[in-house]
């Protein structure tokens, strides 16, 4: 590889396949955010923090930003995904950025997606303004992975039409919600909903959402409400997080959001959806818009770490080459050396395999939001899609900036050099929007009911019922431009050895072999065990490690499958075949890490196992000249990267 | 395994194994460090972070703390071993552990490693008591790995007796030296020697140290120095890291650290070591404690993180497990999730493997600082193992941490859980004290050169010579409890199928195998391209993985190793017994975390190697009912740990 003839770039081309179909809304970010205003700082007190956050959160408007992913009835542009890809540009301050998801996306996407029209007009505009700061206030101390036992009550009391919402105990307190321990005035409630049932009890519909005034004007907490805060944070402290405690909080009956479930006057209750569960899972699916969101930020992290690093380690000199015949004595630049190449290239090879998987996802979110007609089984493999893409991307995050800080030294401890308040910030993402390890295994689950049935539904034991009336086939279902990875799988020369590692259709029909293989053994052994009568939980969670393989195989073909049809809109030749390389250190890394999978289930041989190593080395060295441009085609502007690492310092120093 | 009796611990013999020889050190700490002025603290600014660290330090002075690694000659106790111990136990505030490191460890280990008696009665009563705050001036900008380039001189002027210590260039400035942003007051300067050759010009003699005043009894910065702050940091906010610059600063000659080189008045230098790169070596090799420390503090962190997360998942309740014949419906605590114990105890059980490795470490470093002889192979052999135990200790810590702010969800992000405090402090645990990476590769160049030759002294040049000129045989060393390892090897059943995957004998020599063989073949790797004539640079640069890798599997081998000595040090049968348990669990995580490796190379069968991850998921099942009671033994203080969700919170909120 690394003999071969340099390629020359074409970098607008780059940019713009990177940039994609919302190019607009990135370039829009590139203009306006920008200045002393926007400026990554550290070092803050919690309260300078907040109210930085809160005056750029403000300032906002006027740059069409809020209104991305409002519906055109009440101003917005009704461009979901506009909405999303907004989100992720927002790296300078990721503080800035969750508190804008907390606002538009949350609070606002809940009103939206939850409430009916009355509810658009009357809360919609001030919530793009931010004259109406809010919360969405889901989460429970005792609750957060499983919402549907949220403890909060909703009681509908026909004599006033009123709701009466009530924090029955601690378990059941409102915990990290943003925009909560400051700056809300209202909050989106999910709560168990009851209504009389005529003879003195109570009819149970589940989990529904209220809009509930939590201050006044003035900033106090309204009658019957408590609100903690949260306190000092790891990281994205200019987020307000709080928690929130109602004391019998009496709420119009007109403020239940209603698209999903209403009560009448009367205290009749009536819902387009009958099935309770299925109920609950549609109204959480049209949420869904915020774990995507959250990969995408991840991923801005991620690119800015990388950007950061890559810069650094390609000035950096340590240690020194002694002469040889063809030239004298020097120090080293770090990126030369194998070890560094491999802390950092694979992980941007990764990297941008995400942001391609991340663009067709985001499309696909926003194609959904257009159309009339409600496709279940898209929804679900939207949802589930989501679930892993979030859980995948974020962990990278986490895991690459760690490696960005190492491969920086003691310059990447340093807070002037971005890299700390990344690692900080981009942290909770693992965590929030749903705990990475409970996403996968929804994911999971939806692979193994192929989506048939609302997953989400399903709890061990109905997952178990489902498996054991099933003969269990996986359908392997195309993410992305279908008819070339079809094309590509159709010429490889199958399983055998013959086929070269670099041969795009071998490493395809591999990823697919291996989702396929896991997700079928895992079938089995859920319906063997179902059939000698053990426990389902107990099956279930001794399969655990089974069913978390079975979620990141699936979504490492996912992110393939988006790799290979990213390079095929790229336009310039040279430029494809960079990608074509840089996907080929994406597959093979992945290949490489789970090479023990490949082995003991004869894939791989293990000569041909070690050559996947070597050929990972290789691609290293080989892509190695091309890794700061790489970078640049992030398009992050420097003064988010903000790091002086990266911005000259060193070949400053080195200059002089 | 799990369906095995329940076993009836012995916790103070526990206890007492863990503390070790320098049990009475630890109970010291556990005894002083309490109260307000050494509780945690999160969200201060830097610099009343500062002042609250400093006044800690202070307060050292009466519990004998700081006197432990000092000459009884000055009033110390001469107890090398006490003050690494004392350095780890004091993690309620990791900015106090490394401000007593950078004064009584490098500052004053540097005066008491490189100078004589003169220096010792000068300077080393100020420097226990913090009369005379100080910095370790090692790491430049442009070099800190590579220590023998650092580009600050001092040249002797013999018209004056004095040496000039100056900065040339902006590489030379020192970097992220401790206590020199705000309180020291002199610095143990590392510069490159100079005398007068007679001749007009200049004899270079390599690094040396010299005592250089840095501020004036006001605080001023002396004339001739420049003092930068290296401001905020991603943790550590407490001590002062700063740059220094020396503008021709004049010290007198016998302020040269001059216990491995001299400079007579005249300019006449002389030394007791010849050869000047082993002279240097020598002299690094006399500061080896502060990376011995940084692995015990590292350690410390780790627990303290395990302690939180571990007693948080024993609590906390998540999801419902159905009901079934034998109990009713319940929510299921976290640390029953077999994904949940997979992510904590393989973590856990590496931790006690680390501990006893730790104390292995501690004695051999206590024992040659009280031999009278030198022992070349033995530094060099500790220095090496140094080296390693760091890297592998740090980055254990950096990825456990991180592993338990996620196991706690959204509770680990708040500050006030400590998580984010421990994980903040350490991140840089993996870089100072030596690059993991550059570390790994000393002790693979150690293992490759059997400490035969100083292995510092090689360059890859000098190491692929090195290698050309001999017949390579890995001499594996044991590290720990020798006869009884052997005993355990000679009973086992050797490389066939036939050993249980629990049979010690099995995996000690698994593991002595897999080093050795790594080990070999990139001698023969690094022998044979030098024969057909590769530039040697290249040739290490693409066998770096390898080298890497070397260095790992023999880490892993003296961890192992060091763990059954310990167990074998315990006096309880049944503690022992659940030690046994939790060693199989480290070693068989090492080995499923590498079967790759053992499939490659034919050292376990497919169906073997899927038995070691079932045997895993085993053995964490077996041991949750223990996990409270293994972190318990730690023995760190609740004061220290602080954390609301690990002392209670949570069984009270669920009480309720």
Chains 1, 2 share one sequence.
Not at 356 to 381: C, G, N, W, Y
Not at 426 to 452: A, H, M, P, R, W
Request: charged share 25%; net charge negative.
């Amino acid at each position: 590889m690394s003999e071969q003839a340099p390629l020359k770039l074409d970098e607008a081309e780059l940019r713009g396949l990177l940039d994609g179909r919302w190019a607009n809304v990135r370039e829009r970010a590139r203009d306006v955010i920008r200045g002393e205003e926007f400026a990554p700082v550290y070092g803050l007190s919690v309260e300078e923090h907040r109210a930085r956050t809160l005056k750029q959160l403000m300032a906002l408007n006027g740059t069409g930003m809020p209104a991305y992913g409002f519906p055109g009835s009440v101003g917005g542009a009704d461009d979901v995904g506009a909405s999303v890809v907004a989100f992720e540009m927002l790296v300078a301050d990721m503080s800035l950025m969750v508190k804008m998801g907390v606002q538009f996306g949350l609070f606002g996407g809940a009103v939206k997606a939850l409430g009916t029209d009355e509810h658009h007009q009357r809360y919609l505009p001030d919530i793009m303004s931010v004259e109406l700061p809010g919360c969405f206030a889901m989460t429970e101390t005792g609750h957060g992975s499983d919402v549907q036992s949220l403890g909060t009550t909703a009681t509908y009391d026909p004599d006033t039409e009123e709701f009466v919402v009530r924090t029955p105990n601690e378990h059941a307190r409102k915990d990290y919600i943003g925009n909560a321990a400051r700056d809300g005035r209202m909050a989106v409630v999910f709560a168990q909903l009851r209504t009389p049932d005529g003879d003195g009890g109570l009819v149970e519909h589940g989990v529904h959402a209220l809009m509930v005034p939590i201050r006044d004007g003035e900033g106090r907490p309204m009658p019957g409400v408590t609100v903690e805060d949260c306190g000092h944070k790891a990281g994205l402290n200019g987020v307000d997080n709080g928690r929130l405690w109602f004391d019998d909080v009496r709420v119009p009956r007109t403020d239940l959001l209603n698209r999903y479930g209403d009560v009448a006057a009367d205290g009749t209750y009536s819902s387009p959806i009958e099935n309770p569960n299925r109920r609950f899972f549609t109204m959480l699916g049209t949420l869904i818009r915020g774990r995507i969101s959250v990969a995408g930020g991840a991923g801005s992290a991620t690119k800015a770490a990388l950007a950061i690093a890559v810069r650094y380690a390609d000035t950096r000199r340590q240690f020194t080459r002694p002469a040889t015949d063809s030239q004298p004595e020097q120090e080293v630049r770090i990126l030369d050396y194998l070890a560094h190449q491999r802390k950092l290239l694979p992980a941007l090879a990764r990297t941008y395999g995400l942001h391609f998987a991340q663009e067709e996802l985001v499309t696909r979110l926003h194609e959904l939001s257009r159309s009339e007609e409600r496709d279940e089984h898209a929804q679900r493999e939207l949802e589930s899609r989501a679930a892993g893409l979030k859980a995948v991307a974020t962990w990278h995050a986490t895991e690459t900036i760690q490696t960005c800080r190492e491969a920086c030294g003691g310059a990447g401890y340093l807070s002037e050099n971005r890299i700390p308040q990344l690692k900080a910030d981009s942290d909770i993402f693992t965590t929030f929007e749903g705990d990475n390890t409970v996403l996968l295994q929804q994911l999971t689950k939806g692979l193994l009911t192929n989506f048939k049935d609302s997953f989400g539904d399903l709890d061990q034991l109905g997952l178990a019922k489902f498996m054991a009336g099933k003969v269990f086939e996986t359908v392997i279902e195309r993410t992305a431009a279908i008819p070339l990875i079809d094309r590509l799988i159709d010429a490889s020369p199958g399983r055998g050895e013959e086929a070269s590692l670099y041969n795009r259709g071998w490493q395809l029909e591999l990823l697919e072999d291996r989702e396929k293989h896991i997700i079928e053994g895992l079938a089995g052994r859920l319906r063997r065990s179902r059939k000698d009568g053990s426990d389902a939980f107990d099956v279930f969670n001794q399969a655990q490690d089974h069913v978390l393989a079975a979620g990141r195989a699936h979504m490492d073909r996912v992110v393939l499958e988006a790799f290979v049809a990213g390079i095929d809109r790229c336009g310039d030749k040279p430029t494809a075949k960079l990608l074509n390389r840089l996907c080929d250190l994406y597959v093979l890394s992945v290949i490489e890490e789970d090479r023990a999978w490949f082995l003991e289930h004869e894939r791989l041989s293990t000569a041909r196992a070690k050559a996947v190593t070597q050929a990972v080395n290789d691609l290293c060295q080989g892509l190695r000249p091309y890794a700061v441009q790489l970078v640049e085609a992030f398009g992050l502007r420097d003064e988010w990267l903000a790091a002086p690492i990266a911005l000259g310092a060193e070949q400053q120093r080195q200059g002089e």
